[in-house]
């Protein structure tokens, strides 16, 4: 049995010797050291031997059995570093090569010029209202009648406004001020919130009008509110929007359910004042209605005008974008030109 034991181990060192990789060296262990290896089976025939021959050929089947170990071991150790060092260096990356490009997607133009002026009126305290109180698909009653215009205004004409099938008096909000007449109806002064969103109108498509666009609805309603607070809130937000060197102006004007009115214009940025096709030979563009909250607007949603007063005002998205960034075409937001939108 000594006989049979030497043998195997030096069978076994040279199959070792001979070993090209970590796969042959997991083999010759299977082959002399598992549980049906050769040494194991050897092993097996000690309980027929005597007690002096089974500590001799014990300790000796133990020893070889340790020494094969270690050489199994240092083989195994020598193939992974040489296979590690293999794989480091083909998958070596070069940092001195020069980088592919991979294109990534940037936020829209209406996006963030929308983020932008929610920044801004959120600095100034207002709160952006919660979507079910400024839906998309509106009824007669909170686009038009609630907002103190007339049956008889040009707005609710066919030609101006989408009119919807099956929804009796239903229709595609025309502008976000019905926005106002849910938070006041939900909510009492003091009212300080902002309403983004898209609004619809029956329009001649050309590069100042779409037949859908964006706007920001804006309502403060409190104790002692004034045309002074408007203005203030108003020159601020253009000033943080524009840049204090963008001249502006106020100039009277109507709306239903304002009073009085105003819009506020901004010198054209195509054409520095002088007068273009933007801007229709005026040098100046408008950027946004207000005024103070009409009284019967106020009484209309049970807030007492005698107590509180207030001031709306209501701006395009696409026409704020279109003047800050020189845009002369408000088509090119909508036509998915990547030449237009990569430059964003």
């Known amino acids: 049995m000594k006989t049979q034991l030497e043998n195997i181990y030096e069978s076994a060192k040279a199959d070792i010797e001979k070993a090209q990789s970590i796969s042959d060296i997991d083999e010759i262990r299977l082959k002399y050291l598992s549980r049906k290896g050769e040494f194991n089976s050897i092993k097996k025939g000690l309980k027929d031997l005597s007690d002096e021959d089974k500590r001799t050929i014990g300790a000796l089947a133990n020893q070889i059995t340790q020494d094969l170990e270690c050489l199994l071991k240092e083989k195994h150790e020598t193939f992974y570093q040489k296979e590690l060092n293999e794989k480091l260096q083909n998958d070596r990356i070069d940092i001195t090569l020069s980088g592919k490009y991979i294109p990534e997607g940037k936020v829209h133009p209406i996006t963030s010029t929308t983020n932008e002026i929610v920044s801004i009126f959120q600095n100034l305290g207002f709160s952006v209202i919660s979507p079910e109180l400024s839906p998309e698909v509106e009824t007669e009653y909170y686009n038009f009648d609630m907002l103190n215009v007339p049956h008889d205004h040009p707005a609710r004409d066919v030609q101006d406004t989408f009119y919807l099938k099956g929804i009796p008096n239903g229709v595609l909000r025309s502008q976000t001020s019905g926005a106002q007449i849910h938070v006041m109806e939900n909510q009492k002064p003091p009212i300080k919130v902002i309403a983004p969103g898209r609004v619809y109108r029956n329009e001649n498509i050309n590069s100042r009008k779409n037949n859908f666009f964006h706007q920001i609805e804006g309502l403060y309603v409190d104790k002692g509110i004034t045309f002074g607070d408007l203005k203030g809130v108003l020159n601020e937000f253009i000033r943080l929007y524009f840049g204090s060197a963008r001249p502006t102006r106020f ?22 004042g002088k007068g273009c096709r933007t801007c229709s030979g005026t040098g100046w563009l408008e950027v946004l209605g207000a005024g103070m909250v009409d009284v019967n607007v106020l009484n209309g949603v049970g807030i007492d005008p005698e107590i509180y007063s207030g001031f709306a005002f209501g701006m395009g998205v696409e026409r704020l974008s279109m003047l800050k960034y020189a845009i002369d075409d408000i088509r090119l937001f909508f036509n998915n030109d990547k030449r237009f939108l990569e430059q964003f």
């Open 251 to 272: 100039r009277s004007s109507f709306f239903p359910f304002t009073e009085p009115s105003a819009e506020v214009d901004v010198q054209c940025i195509m054409c520095q």
